[in-house]
């Protein structure tokens, strides 16, 4: 087609999704989305296949596609405009139940020519934990509502009975329907951008463009592949544990190329387990997109054309690809260690592009609370990175989300604000990092003092194991490990496991350590 015509498309999707993240953001009511980010919008062709998004969380924007075509495959023809669907299954193409889709078809006439869609971390959709996520899991249902594909929309009108059934079974009913309501809207906006195009360069053209834009993208796949030399590499990494106090969890993978396309062989990995770090499969594929792009061509746009040329092995009944109703929701610390295992086996294999190993420590907390705003429970959710590695053209980055995410931390003000917390110290922690001719960044330390009334924490992080440490690369050193740790109100200090709930009191403060980036290069001088 016309290339300008196809340029001008391609753009306008693109900042669509843009737009509709703005949309989304700046509507929401949770900390967790206004503040954090933790959010991500797209769209996509009549088929379901991802065709243009904004850079938010590698880890939703990977897998969302997954979840329109379980909307298509659950619905059929019996989908008409004005419909939204709602979905959380992670094993019906959705991440963990705390990732609500919502996804919106447009029609053209009577047939839909492509689709709106939008993801978001919810504070809480139910199950025994405040905030739903638990390491110690051990069922899917367990961790809260669990919905397929069905209608929050019906020709535009709210669905009441869908709603009522959310409302009924989270902890912070206000939050949870406020925030729906913000990704309907960016849905919206979605479609308002999707009928634009369509009024202005029809359906054909649309459809063309949209199969050109993803096509387009497995030729750059290829031709990147094709600049780098063929070879295998094969790498391993480890989690703490299996989520529940039990051995180490094997993460491994073996990556092969040849001409323009890649193999990656996740065979290795150790079998699903008892815990809720297993991985849904649409996770497991959202890592792979991720190590790809990153390595083969960074600047490359993102869509399913992707995957093309990329053959991936899994067997079901891994850690990665489990069979249901295996717990799933701590999967994003095993997605963060599968990223590091395909980085160092990629480093393997292409050594002109190797870079350290970043934190995949990735503190997460669920405090169960109450609101200073509405004096109602909820619940304060929290996010931390760490340092990434350094690389032979500089240092790593301090104190940032890694890999798959790209969220950001609470602010204190907020926290502070609306949550019965105070958060006296959050800084840099010098010598975290590995050392090298370039650093690695550094990791974070951060203290939460909860105040006025007791809470229950739920609270995971990786690494604190100092074998499982992020490496240095190229003759680097490795970084230090991550800490974990509550000192009571009576002064005593206690190292806690990588994954615990705990009821505490008031006065007790909360601190967590994370690790630094690896180091690169042999030189015994790092450079500040």
């Not at 509709?20 to 769209?43: N, Q, T, V, W």
């Not at 949870?176 to 202005?200: F, K, P």
């Not at 190590?291 to 093309?308: C, E, H, S």
Request: glycine share 12%; proline share 5%.
């Amino acid at each position: 087609m016309n290339p300008v015509t196809l340029e001008l498309i391609d753009s306008a999707l693109r900042a669509a999704a843009v737009e509709m993240g703005a949309a989304l953001k700046h509507s929401s009511y949770s900390p967790i989305i206004r503040e954090m980010d933790d959010f991500s919008c797209a769209l996509f062709r009549p088929d379901g296949d991802l065709v243009a998004q904004a850079d938010h969380i590698p880890a939703q924007l990977g897998a969302m596609s997954l979840v329109v075509k379980s909307v298509g495959e659950r619905w059929g023809r019996d989908i008409a405009p004005g419909d939204v669907f709602l979905a959380n299954h992670p094993y019906m193409g959705a991440m963990h139940t705390p990732d609500l889709n919502l996804i919106m078809p447009v029609f053209e006439a009577r047939e839909i020519v492509a689709w709106s869609g939008s993801t978001a971390h919810h504070i809480d959709v139910g199950g025994v934990q405040p905030g739903t996520e638990g390491a110690g899991n051990e069922e899917l249902f367990a961790e809260g509502l669990v919905l397929p594909p069905v209608r929050l929309y019906s020709g535009g009108r709210e669905n009441k009975d869908v709603f009522d059934i959310v409302t009924a079974n989270v902890r912070d009913p206000r939050s949870t329907v406020s925030d729906l309501h913000a990704q309907h809207a960016a849905c919206l906006v979605g479609r308002e951008r999707l009928l634009e195009l369509l009024s202005r360069h029809g359906a054909r053209t649309l459809r063309q463009a949209m199969d050109e834009i993803v096509s387009s993208c497995e030729r750059g796949v290829r031709a990147g592949l094709l600049d780098l030399p063929d070879g295998s590499a094969d790498a391993e990494g480890y989690l703490d544990d299996d989520g529940c106090g039990g051995p180490p969890t094997r993460v491994h993978a073996v990556v092969r190329k040849h001409g323009d396309s890649l193999a990656i062989d996740l065979s290795g990995s150790a079998g699903q387990v008892r815990g809720a770090l297993n991985v849904p499969w649409a996770s497991t594929r959202a890592t792979v997109v991720f190590a790809v792009k990153a390595f083969v061509d960074p600047d490359l746009p993102v869509n399913d054309g992707l995957l093309r040329a990329v053959e991936i092995t899994c067997p079901q009944g891994s850690v990665l690809n489990p069979y249901s109703p295996a717990a799933v929701s701590v999967r994003h610390n095993t997605c963060q260690r599968l990223a590091d295992v395909l980085v160092r086996a990629c480093s393997k294999l292409w050594p002109s592009r190797a870079v350290a190993s970043s934190t995949v420590t990735f503190f997460g907390m669920n405090l169960e609370t109450r609101s200073r705003r509405t004096g109602l429970k909820t619940v304060m959710s929290e996010v931390l990175g760490g340092g990434t590695g350094a690389h032979a053209h500089g240092d790593g980055l301090d104190g940032v989300d890694t890999y798959m995410a790209n969220v950001g931390f609470l602010p204190v003000e907020v926290a502070e604000t609306e949550f019965l917390v105070r958060i006296p110290r959050t800084e840099l922690i010098e010598g975290s990092e590995g050392g090298g001719g370039h650093r690695g960044g550094r990791g974070i330390r951060r203290e939460y003092l909860v105040v006025d009334e007791p809470a229950t924490v739920m609270a995971y992080c990786e690494q604190t194991d100092p074998r499982f440490a992020p490496s240095g690369a190229g003759g680097g050193r490795d970084a230090r490990s991550s800490r974990l740790s509550v000192i009571t109100p009576a002064g005593e200090v206690m190292d806690l496991a990588s994954k615990i709930t705990v009821k505490v009191e008031p006065g007790t403060l909360i601190r967590v350590e994370t690790s630094g980036g690896g180091g690169f290069g042999a030189s015994s001088t790092v450079r500040r």
